[in-house]
């Protein structure tokens, strides 16, 4: 046996899935950069940017040295494995194994601590665009590893890890439930004990920039074919189809939703469409693999329209959407998307698709297995139910106990980007409105030295000067 071949090692399933993996992590880094970045209102570009690029990176440290191992290791407690580092080069060169769940691929462990990864750290991104436009930065920065720790890893374990849902058949191809489920229920949940946007935000939230936040879901909607099609852990027939039906409902579902928009509201909407596409996205998640193409296309279509009917119409009229201020709407998106695409994997997963994938379950309702609709229903309210406690939670233990505020300060919330991170987006132009940044002046520079309103205006410019 080679040091450099070992006989376990399939190079091809290798390749694979770290292009799978470099796939998910460009639909964090940049993908989900772009779309928040272009979605928000030009003062929250770089804030909005720069809350995914930390997580990203926080979640890889936590991710290496303890909550790998608490997410896909030896079992500790039926729904958390025990922590741990993966940092040894004898583990890295080592055959990846999930030892509770039983799975072994031909590759590394590096290759898949690196896939695992990437997943948990689109998760946390995921569930930054609820908090967009008012979360301190500083609070954010102990609840992305707090949220990791105490509930990103045990709903990985309890559903993929090993754990007991996993031993009881759920399916959840690739984080319907691990990741869209979660991210936005805690998304919704964390939005509520932070608070709203000022209110002329509120009103007001008109995108900066619709082409860069195009581009960034594009990025995304590419990047699925790595989140979905390496979760069969191998370069199988089954990534195949899951890639296949993956971009079958994407299309399906921003097709309804754009008719939903002309039909109700007399335009077709970019905006609108991109939200179609990322319900899509998210519904087919945790059914990618295991269903035909034509149970693909129903998804599609329920995708487009139960969460377009969630965000306009009971969004519009309910008051408790009107107290939590879910900046991107994550809820409709992720939460109602992920739990339908999970409920409709309980009706329409095949035996073929199961078989292929090495599920526990053999079907879904149409094999006359209907007892499988059930159990994706427990996992729904698993999943909800630990998020939100443990979402809530941990926001009163930054607020009461680290004594760190939720939410930016008057003051920073008028002006943004210059006010939290001494940057503003937009640099390049007219050279007289340099002045209006902060990052890297003197220290006699206070946030009263920028006004509020918009750079262009004489008396900005004025200030700008005089500071």
């Known amino acids: 046996m080679s040091a450099t071949a070992p006989d376990w090692l399939n190079n091809g399933d290798n390749a694979w899935q770290l292009t799978a993996a470099s796939l998910v992590a460009l639909q964090s880094v940049p993908g989900l950069m772009i779309l928040y970045g272009g979605m928000v209102q030009t003062k929250w570009v770089i804030?909005?940017?720069?809350?995914?690029?930390?997580?990203?990176?926080?979640?890889?440290?936590?991710?290496?040295?303890?909550?790998?191992?608490?997410?896909?290791?030896?079992?500790?407690?039926?729904?958390?494995?025990?922590?741990?580092?993966?940092v040894?080069?004898?583990?890295?060169?080592?055959?990846?194994?999930?030892?509770?769940?039983?799975?072994?691929a031909a590759y590394p462990m590096s290759t898949m601590v690196y896939f695992q990864f990437c997943f948990a750290a689109i998760t946390v991104i995921l569930m930054a665009g609820a908090f967009l436009g008012r979360m301190s930065f500083k609070a954010w920065v102990f609840f992305v590893p707090l949220w990791l720790t105490l509930s990103y890893t045990v709903g990985a374990f309890s559903i993929w890890g090993g754990g007991f849902l996993f031993q009881r058949g759920i399916i959840d191809y690739s984080g319907g439930y691990v990741i869209h489920l979660s991210s936005g229920t805690a998304g919704f949940v964390g939005a509520y004990w932070i608070g709203p946007r000022l209110k002329s935000d509120r009103e007001n939230f008109v995108p900066n920039n619709v082409l860069m936040m195009l581009a960034g879901a594009g990025i995304l909607w590419v990047g699925w074919n790595g989140f979905n099609g390496g979760d069969p852990y191998t370069a199988s027939p089954d990534a195949g189809a899951a890639v296949l039906n993956t971009n079958i409902t994407t299309s399906m579902s921003l097709l309804t939703w754009m008719i939903l928009d002309v039909l109700v509201y007399k335009k077709p909407s970019v905006i609108g469409a991109v939200q179609g596409m990322i319900t899509g996205l998210v519904a087919i998640t945790p059914a990618a693999g295991v269903v035909a193409g034509w149970g693909a296309v129903i998804i599609g279509l329920c995708s487009g329209s139960i969460p377009w009917v969630s965000m306009n119409i009971v969004g519009k009229k309910f008051r408790l959407f009107e107290i939590v201020?879910?900046?991107?709407?994550?809820?409709?998106?992720?939460?109602?998307?992920?739990?339908?695409?999970?409920?409709?994997t309980g009706i329409f997963a095949t035996s073929k698709g199961c078989i292929s994938f090495a599920c526990v379950s053999s079907g879904g309702a149409i094999t006359g297995h209907g007892v499988q609709l059930g159990w994706q229903v427990a996992g729904i309210c698993f999943v909800v139910g630990w998020n939100a406690f443990w979402t809530s939670a941990i926001m009163l233990f930054i607020k009461y106990v680290l004594r760190i505020p939720l939410r930016m300060t008057e003051e920073e919330l008028m002006i943004g980007d210059d006010a939290i991170h001494g940057e503003s987006a937009y640099t390049f132009g007219d050279i007289t409105h340099t002045g209006l940044t902060l990052h890297g002046h003197e220290p006699s520079r206070k946030l009263t030295d920028i006004e509020a309103g918009t750079p262009e205006t004489g008396e900005a410019s004025k200030a700008a000067k005089q500071a």
């Open 47 to 86: 804030n909005s940017a720069f809350m995914c690029l930390y997580a990203f990176a926080m979640v890889l440290v936590c991710w290496v040295l303890y909550a790998y191992k608490a997410a896909f290791g030896k079992q500790m407690l039926p729904f958390v494995g025990v922590p741990g580092p993966v």
């Open 88 to 104: 040894s080069m004898e583990y890295e060169l080592t055959q990846a194994i999930l030892p509770a769940a039983a799975i072994t």
């Open 325 to 344: 201020d879910d900046t991107l709407g994550v809820v409709h998106t992720h939460a109602v998307a992920g739990a339908l695409g999970g409920f409709l």
